[in-house]
């Protein structure tokens, strides 16, 4: 149970946290994310969380994390 928990936080983050960020990996390597993209993705990633509250939840934090890894890579 717990890892399960685990794992559909670390999703939950993990899925948000990608569409903050300036750029993306694709199949065409590293470019720069555009708002069609995101506007993409985060119509699924709402579709998810409405289905699952602590996939949700996750969701939400995902710009503290982003922001904590900007700060600890200036340092």
Same mark, same amino acid.
């Given at each position: 149970?717990? @890892? *399960?928990?685990?794992?559909?936080?670390?999703?939950?983050?993990? #899925?948000?946290?990608?569409?903050?960020?300036?750029?993306?990996?694709?199949?065409?390597?590293?470019? /720069?994310?555009?708002?069609? #993209? *995101? /506007?993409? @993705?985060? @119509? @699924?990633? #709402? *579709?998810?969380?409405?289905h #699952? /509250?602590?996939?949700?939840?996750?969701? /939400?934090?995902?710009?503290?994390?982003?922001?904590?890894?900007?700060?600890?890579?200036?340092?």
């Amino acid at each position: 149970m717990k @890892e *399960r928990i685990c794992l559909r936080s670390w999703a939950g983050l993990k #899925d948000a946290a990608k569409t903050l960020r300036k750029r993306k990996v694709s199949s065409k390597g590293e470019v /720069e994310y555009i708002s069609h #993209d *995101r /506007e993409l @993705e985060f @119509e @699924e990633i #709402d *579709r998810n969380a409405m289905h #699952d /509250e602590i996939y949700r939840v996750a969701v /939400e934090v995902a710009p503290i994390h982003e922001i904590n890894k900007v700060v600890k890579n200036r340092h």
